[in-house]
C-alpha cells in the first residue's frame, strides 16, 4: 500500500509539474513565425499563420516610436501604449510583448490585470508607487517606492498598479511573459461592462447601497435612467 501510495504522489506531482510547464506561450517550432492576417500568403502555421521565414526582412522584427511622449491629458493622467503581436508580428511565438508608461504628475495606472503574462516594470524617469494584490485568502498589498533605475515584478493574473507621486511626469518601460498577456482594468470591467453587471450583484458584493454603484457606473458611460 505505501509503494501505491508513493507512486500515485509521483504521478500526481508530474501532472503538476506538466501543467505548470504548459501554463505560458507554446514554445516555437521553428526560428521564428512572423505574423501575417492573409492566409494565401503564409506558408507555417504556429499561433498564428506565418509568414514564410525566406520572405522575413529586418523590419518585421523593428518596432519605431518608443521614444515619443504620449499625451496623459486624461481622467487617470496615464497612458500605456502596449506593444503585443498585434501590432509588431515579429512577436509570434516569441512569448514576449512590451509597453511604454507615460505618467502625468499625480498620474495612476490604474489597478488592472494581465491575464496571460507576468510583468517587469523599469522606471525611466520620475519615482513610481507601484504595488500588487496577492490573491485569497490572504489579499496582502505588497507595494514600493520605485525610482529611475528600479525595476519591480507583477506576477501573472495579479490586481497591480502605479502612482506617480513625483514632482515631475514619469516614464516607466514594460516587459511581459507574453506576446498577448491582455489587460482588465478592473474598476472599467466590474462598473462598465457590456451589458451592464446587474445591480442585485454589484450591491451584495461590495455591501453599498444602489444608488452608490449606479453612480459608479455612471462614471464609465453606463446610463441607468
Not at 519605431?64 to 515579429?90: E, K, M, Q, Y
Not at 507615460?102 to 516594470?121: K, M, V
Not at 485569497?136 to 498589498?141: E, G, I, V
Request: aromatic residues 10%; glycine residues 6%.
Amino acid at each position: 500500500m505505501k509503494m501505491e501510495a508513493r507512486i500515485l504522489s509521483y504521478i500526481v506531482l508530474w501532472a503538476m509539474i506538466v501543467f505548470l510547464a504548459s501554463a505560458s506561450d507554446p514554445s516555437p517550432l521553428q526560428d521564428f513565425c512572423v505574423a501575417v492576417n492573409d492566409s494565401k500568403t503564409a506558408v507555417f502555421v504556429n499561433g498564428k499563420f506565418c509568414k514564410d521565414p525566406k520572405l522575413a526582412t529586418a523590419n518585421d522584427f523593428f518596432y519605431t516610436g518608443f521614444n515619443i511622449p504620449r499625451n496623459t491629458s486624461n481622467p487617470i493622467g496615464s497612458v500605456a501604449t502596449l506593444v503585443t503581436v498585434d501590432v509588431f508580428p515579429g512577436l509570434n511565438t516569441l512569448g514576449i510583448a512590451f509597453a511604454r508608461v507615460d505618467f502625468a504628475r499625480s498620474g495612476l495606472n490604474p489597478p488592472h490585470t494581465h491575464p496571460r503574462g507576468s510583468e517587469i516594470l523599469t522606471v525611466l524617469e520620475g519615482t513610481l508607487y507601484a504595488g500588487f494584490v496577492t490573491s485569497n485568502p490572504d489579499n496582502r498589498l505588497i507595494t514600493k517606492v520605485l525610482q529611475p533605475g528600479d525595476a519591480f515584478v507583477f506576477p501573472v493574473g495579479l490586481i497591480h498598479f502605479q502612482l506617480n507621486i513625483g514632482n515631475t511626469s514619469a516614464v516607466a518601460y514594460a516587459a511581459f511573459s507574453s506576446q498577448n498577456p491582455g489587460r482588465i482594468d478592473i474598476a472599467n470591467a466590474v462598473f462598465g461592462s457590456t451589458p451592464p453587471i446587474s445591480d442585485d450583484v454589484l450591491t451584495k458584493a461590495f455591501q453599498v447601497d444602489q444608488n452608490v454603484i449606479r453612480d459608479l457606473q455612471a462614471q464609465f458611460g453606463i446610463d441607468n435612467n
